[in-house]
């Protein structure tokens, strides 16, 4: 196991390291950047896989769903794919702290991009847990990185649906997590580029709770006209 002082030459000015509390392993973090939450470890939680394929988490902040996936053997080797430069760089450094550079690879790049960067059918899973607000609004600075990864600035959802369609070989799973108010959009979207919803969770921010904050959904790439779970 790691000591603390071993961990710390990891970290730059204004980031911490957090326990993961799954295998022994840490991540790096900056809270004035931007903190993963309980969304990313549900989906984590949810998503299928490929325990013995390839994994791509689209907009990967921080590396957390790679590496939760990873602990529960839910891939062979993860891709985390990150546009925001410090991000990704804080990715790569987790990954190496954790001695996972041959299970993981973290790359800087665009989710709208994706045709330079791969090619197509490249992977057997996809994960994404990507900004869930529409437009700016009015934002003061809509470039700061935390803006960047709660609003639909950089990208779309289609953006990621459409990434997400071309990333995956035939029978692969993409597996989100959104906010419950745009099911309608998402499922239309997922459908728009010819992907068979095949898994639907609900989630509930408590037991009492009579409204949905969020969904899980799993889509499956030519999956056929088989029943939703």
């Not at 903190?35 to 590396?63: R, Y």
């Not at 990185?145 to 990208?155: D, S, W, Y």
Request: charged letters at 25%; hydrophobic letters at 35%; glycine letters at 10%.
């Amino acid at each position: 196991m790691r000591t603390r002082d071993e961990n710390e030459k990891w970290l730059k000015p204004g980031e911490r390291i957090d326990d993961l509390q799954c295998r022994g392993y840490d991540i790096i973090q900056n809270k004035e950047v931007f903190c993963f939450g309980m969304d990313a470890v549900l989906l984590a939680d949810f998503a299928t896989g490929a325990p013995n394929g390839s994994v791509i988490d689209l907009g990967t902040g921080t590396g957390v769903i790679p590496m939760l996936m990873q602990a529960r053997g839910k891939g062979r080797h993860f891709t985390g794919l990150e546009v925001q430069a410090y991000s990704a760089d804080m990715a790569r450094r987790s990954v190496q702290m954790n001695g996972l550079e041959t299970e993981i690879s973290v790359v800087e790049g665009d989710m709208r991009q994706v045709r330079e960067l791969f090619k197509p059918g490249s992977f057997s899973a996809v994960t994404s847990n990507p900004p869930y607000i529409k437009g700016n609004h009015g934002l003061e600075n809509e470039n700061s990185p935390k803006n960047i990864a709660r609003h639909e600035i950089l990208m779309e959802l289609a953006d990621v649906v459409k990434a997400a369609a071309y990333l995956l070989g035939e029978g692969g799973t993409f597996a989100m997590v959104h906010r419950s108010e745009r099911m309608v959009e998402i499922l239309s979207t997922i459908s728009k580029y010819n992907l068979s919803l095949k898994r639907l969770r609900f989630v509930y921010p408590k037991t009492t709770s009579k409204e949905s904050l969020a969904i899980l959904v799993e889509a499956k790439k030519k999956g056929g006209d088989g029943g939703l779970k």
